[in-house]
């Protein structure tokens, strides 16, 4: 089965079809984007693919297993990690705290023994750290982070529960242009080594156009266009 493969996915506010019958799926390694104007339904459809939003009608399977419906923390558990838009760290904990919280809630499922919890968080945290370029900020405050070094980290915790889908809810908002394609750029390079496949929406048509090995066009609900970046733009 596709990582990733969703059904006549749909939902609708009152009146609103805030997302009507989409379609897609997503392969392993491969890194979609979801762009549209604003109210074209881009977080209605992210959110049902994370649980936070059950569909009205359709189908969301992740590696053939059947994901709709299920609530967040469901979803998460099966291996679908994802990054918020607004920041969820603890502001007083270290880094490398930060990272150990995720990593703890995920550990029941990683390690039947209890008891070596702490030391495999540790280790664990700081290896997710190296990746994210961030292994010499393990002991600090998150509070102190500049906003750049923060998204960072946040890709860090969504790497906890060793996703294989990771889910990214405009992973580059608020960020300098030269901060979105490096951290575009580390997504793409942790995606490759680890076999992730990454669905991410996005404001800034350079990012998606560098990055994205597929995007997905969606305009007042319908998937109107979908394609790689080439056939995209020449689309357009
Ligand atoms: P986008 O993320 O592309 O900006 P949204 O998914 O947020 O689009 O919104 C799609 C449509 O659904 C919009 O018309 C929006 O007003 C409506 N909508 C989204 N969420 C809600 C909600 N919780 N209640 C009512 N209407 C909503
Ligand atoms: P609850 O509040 O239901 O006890 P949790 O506190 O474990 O659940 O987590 C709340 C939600 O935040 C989860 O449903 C999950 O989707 C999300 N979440 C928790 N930890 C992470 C993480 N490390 N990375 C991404 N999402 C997470």
Not at 116 to 141: I, N, T
Not at 223 to 233: H, Y
Request: hydrophobic share 40%; aromatic share 6%.
């Amino acid at each position: 089965p596709p990582l990733l493969s969703v059904e006549g996915l749909s939902k609708s506010y009152g009146g609103v079809h805030a997302v009507r019958g989409v379609s897609f799926s997503l392969a392993t390694g491969e890194i979609l984007a979801l762009i549209g104007p604003n109210g074209a339904g881009k977080s209605t459809c992210f959110n049902m693919l994370n649980g936070q939003t059950a569909p009205d009608a359709g189908k969301v399977h992740v590696l053939g297993r059947d994901t709709t419906g299920l609530k967040p923390r469901e979803v998460w558990r099966l291996g679908v990690g994802r990054t918020f838009q607004i920041t969820a760290t603890f502001p007083t904990m270290t880094v490398r705290e930060n990272v150990q919280v995720a990593l703890s809630s995920h550990g029941h499922k990683l390690f039947n023994l209890t008891a070596s919890m702490p030391r495999y968080a540790r280790e664990e945290a700081d290896h997710l750290l190296d990746l994210v370029g961030m292994g010499g900020f393990s002991m600090r405050p998150c509070g102190e982070l500049a906003y750049g070094d923060l998204k960072r980290l946040e890709l860090a915790i969504a790497l906890a529960n060793q996703p294989r889908l990771l889910l990214m809810d405009e992973p580059t908002a608020g960020m300098a242009p030269r901060e979105r394609i490096e951290l575009m750029r580390l997504t793409a390079q942790i995606a490759n080594e680890k076999s992730i496949g990454v669905l991410f929406t996005e404001h800034d048509m350079d990012v998606v156009f560098e990055h994205a090995d597929r995007i997905l066009v969606l305009n007042r609900g319908n998937l109107i266009a979908e394609g790689s970046p080439q056939e995209v733009r020449s689309n357009a």
